[in-house]
T-cell receptor, first 113, second 115 residues
Framework: AQSVTQLDSQVPVFEEAPVELRCNYSSSVSVYLFWYVQYPNQGLQLLLKYLSGSTLVESINGFEAEFNKSQTSFHLRKPSVHISDTAEYFCAVSDTGGFKTIFGAGTRLFVKA | GAGVSQSPRYKVAKRGQDVALRCDPISGHVSLFWYQQALGQGPEFLTYFQNEAQLDKSGLPSDRFFAERPEGSVSTLKIQRTQQEDSAVYLC?????????????FGPGTRLTVT
């Protein structure tokens, strides 16, 4: 069975500081990996995804994540955060041959001025 | 707008009542998913439809939960004889294609409170 662990439930950080949100997964088969973001009072939306190929994937608003197969990790990073990045971030994994998407418990990123 | 819509947005039910939650996916989306999100947790998979076929219902917590998508578009999640542990946000998502590489688009959710 697959599982996703997000090691930090809350991450407070000052504006313009770098941030890393950690995600580890377990799976015995090939997977797709995703980060979803939920801004206050909004629905979940896809931030970025890893399907195959380059292990480093980027979003349009400056986030990036790197797939590390040996460490079964897919950590999310941003070199300089903005107040508007305050949101809850969910890491998720899908079995490439199945139907389920398994989500982590989420990490609440709080950016302070 | 053209996003996924869910109704009602909020539902309060007395324990033992039946409830029906509706999901309108994005037009043309083949895949439809239901998730349950408890407070402080990530979404948990309930069931998956490809058009009208329910291909995976392994996440439904009990036989009180039933989902359907009879014409391959709108879907309804029904919970019979609601219990307090059913209180959660129920999320619906749709996706353009069968492959899991495609992005899931989420609705705003229905917050169910069982008293």
């Amino acid at each position: 069975a697959q599982s996703v662990t997000q090691l930090d439930s809350q991450v407070p950080v000052f504006e313009e500081a770098p941030v890393e949100l950690r995600c580890n997964y377990s799976s015995s088969v090939s997977v797709y990996l995703f980060w979803y973001v939920q801004y206050p009072n909004q629905g979940l939306q896809l931030l970025l995804k890893y399907l195959s190929g380059s292990t480093l994937v980027e979003s349009i608003n400056g986030f990036e994540a790197e797939f590390n197969k040996s460490q079964t990790s897919f950590h999310l990073r941003k070199p300089s955060v903005h107040i508007s990045d305050t949101a809850e971030y969910f890491c998720a994994v899908s079995d490439t041959g199945g139907f389920k998407t398994i989500f982590g418990a989420g990490t609440r990123l709080f950016v302070k001025a | 707008g053209a996003g996924v819509s869910q109704s009602p947005r909020y539902k309060v039910a007395k324990r033992g009542q039946d409830v029906a939650l509706r999901c309108d996916p994005i037009s043309g989306h083949v895949s439809l998913f239901w998730y349950q999100q408890a407070l402080g947790q990530g979404p948990e998979f309930l069931t998956y439809f490809q058009n009208e076929a329910q291909l995976d219902k392994s996440g439904l917590p009990s036989d009180r939960f039933f989902a359907e998508r009879p014409e391959g578009s709108v879907s309804t999640l029904k919970i019979q004889r609601t219990q307090q542990e059913d209180s959660a946000v129920y999320l619906c998502a749709s996706s353009l294609a069968r492959q899991f590489s495609y992005e899931q688009y989420f609705g705003p959710g229905t917050r169910l409170t069982v008293t």
